[in-house]
Nanobody, 121 residues
Framework: QVQLVESGGGLVQPGGSLRLSCAAS????????MGWYRQASGMQRELVAA???????NYADSVKDRFTISRDNAKNTVYLQMNGLKPEDTAVYYC???????????????WGQGTQVTVSS
């Protein structure tokens, strides 16, 4: 099995910054895509940012130029640096990864447990 442990959420004032981390552990042969999603209260879960194994990135229009996704393949960890936070960024943030548990298995998709980000004065 694969476990995803997220950290870095919290309460921050508008204009502030937070850095989320998500570390994968367990049965891992290779990780392909990694990403961050968020779900605000009463809303559908949406993609925030994604990164491929070789570092290509994709961002939601609402976070471009404010958020940066990165990954450390040696540590099986994905990060989300969030700057210029706005109240509308308030949500539970989930990491999502595509993991190949072994050379004889196909990729499987896993979700983290979620971490709350609240932007408020």
């Amino acid at each position: 099995q694969v476990q995803l442990v997220e950290s870095g959420g919290g309460l921050v004032q508008p204009g502030g910054s937070l850095r989320l981390s998500c570390a994968a552990s367990g049965s891992i042969y290779r990780i392909n895509g990694m990403g961050w999603y968020r779900q605000a209260s009463g809303m559908q879960r949406e993609l925030v940012a994604a990164i491929t194994h070789d570092g290509r990135t994709n961002y939601a229009d609402s976070v471009k130029d404010r958020f940066t996704i990165s990954r450390d393949n040696a540590k099986n960890t994905v990060y989300l640096q969030m700057n210029g936070l706005k109240p509308e960024d308030t949500a539970v943030y989930y990491c999502n990864v595509d993991v190949r548990p072994s050379i004889s298995w196909n990729y499987r998709n896993f979700w983290g447990q979620g971490t709350q980000v609240t932007v408020s004065s």
